[in-house]
């Protein structure tokens, strides 16, 4: 069982990255997905969640800038992130979970220059 964050790097405020997370060994479509972020020194922190119906969630300072997406058929969570802000920068991480079972990937790292 595998999940391997990409699409991570550096960018400057206001530009725009794609993460992607493609699931291996896991019947990924009873998953809910999310991204989380963890920046130096703080909590790691819920990016967006989305159900294994489709359901998505997101916190409210990436209200209407962050879009998580899924892909049941090629095993792959996305994460469109715009207008990115020099405080968005963190490593991000996605995490698959159904029931009390939690996979989380290696993350990949965000970097947003003012």
């Known amino acids: 069982v595998q999940l391997q964050a990409s699409g991570g790097g550096l960018v400057q405020a206001g530009g725009s990255l794609r993460l992607s997370c493609k699931a291996s060994?896991?019947?990924?479509?009873?998953?809910?997905l999310g991204w989380y972020r963890q920046a130096p020194g703080k909590q790691r922190e819920m990016v967006a969640t989305?159900?294994?119906?489709?359901?998505?969630n997101s916190s409210d300072s990436e209200k209407g800038r962050f879009t998580i997406s899924r892909d049941n058929a090629r095993k792959r969570a996305y994460l469109q992130m715009n207008s990115l802000k020099p405080e968005d920068t963190a490593v991000y991480y996605c995490?698959?979970?159904?029931?009390?079972?939690?996979?989380w990937g290696r993350g990949t790292q965000v970097t947003v220059s003012s």
């Open positions: 995490k698959a979970r159904r029931f009390d079972v939690e996979l």
């Open positions: 060994g896991l019947n990924f479509r009873l998953y809910t």
């Open positions: 989305i159900t294994s119906s489709g359901v998505t």
